[in-house]
Each structure stands twice: as structure tokens, then as C-alpha cells.
């Protein structure tokens, strides 16, 4: 199993910035897939979930009706639209296989900040 992200970098207060996941090594459409993140001093925090099929998404308060997670299963990959971006949502994000699996990749630096 292998997930690579990418997409992260420093953006303005009210930016907007779109992660991608690209995974190998396992059928990807057979497997729920999240977004994690994780600021300094911080424990890791869940930021969105979808389905196997793409069907559903869910999102905690913190980022909902700014974050959007798709997946497209022809390319094996997941993406986190992200819009409205605060200096809060500053973290390294990781994407993950399902919501407990030890499938974890190497994480994407997101920096919000003037």
C-alpha cells in the first residue's frame, strides 16, 4: 500500500488550495478513503470521509461547507478542495485508508497565513 500526496503550500487567509492522494498497491475502489490533519502541539484530527463509491462525504463542523473530498477511481486518487482557508486549518495533512487502517502517507504541509 502506498499514498502519496501533494498539492500543499502557503496560501492567504481566504485561499483556496486542492489536495490530491494518489494510491497503489491495493484496489483502491473497494476501500473507503479520509483526510487527516494535524497542527503543531496538536493531535491528528479526522477533516473528511468518502465512500468507496464516491457517494458519501462527511466532514466535522470545523471545516464543513469549506471542504469538499472527492475521489476519482479510474486514477486511484483522492482530493480535499479546500476553500475559505483559515490560519486555524494550518496542519500537515494526511491522507489514510479508511478510517483505522495503519495506512497512512507521508503527509502534505498546508500553511495558511498574510
Known amino acids: 500500500v502506498h499514498l502519496v500526496e501533494s498539492g500543499g503550500g502557503l496560501v492567504q487567509p481566504g485561499g483556496s488550495l486542492r489536495l490530491s492522494c494518489a494510491a497503489s498497491g491495493f484496489t483502491f475502489s473497494s476501500y473507503d478513503m479520509t483526510w487527516h490533519r494535524q497542527a503543531p502541539g496538536k493531535e491528528r484530527e479526522l477533516v473528511a470521509h468518502?465512500?468507496?463509491?464516491?457517494?458519501?462525504?462527511t466532514y466535522p463542523d470545523s471545516v464543513k461547507g469549506r471542504f469538499t473530498i472527492s475521489r476519482d477511481n479510474a486514477k486511484n486518487t483522492v482530493y480535499l478542495q479546500m476553500n475559505s482557508l483559515k490560519p486555524a486549518d494550518t496542519a500537515v495533512y494526511y491522507c489514510?485508508?479508511?478510517?483505522?487502517?495503519?495506512?497512512w502517507g507521508q503527509g502534505t504541509q498546508v500553511t495558511v497565513s498574510s
Open positions: 489514510r485508508r479508511g478510517y483505522y487502517s495503519d495506512y
Open positions: 468518502i465512500s468507496s463509491a464516491g457517494t458519501i462525504a
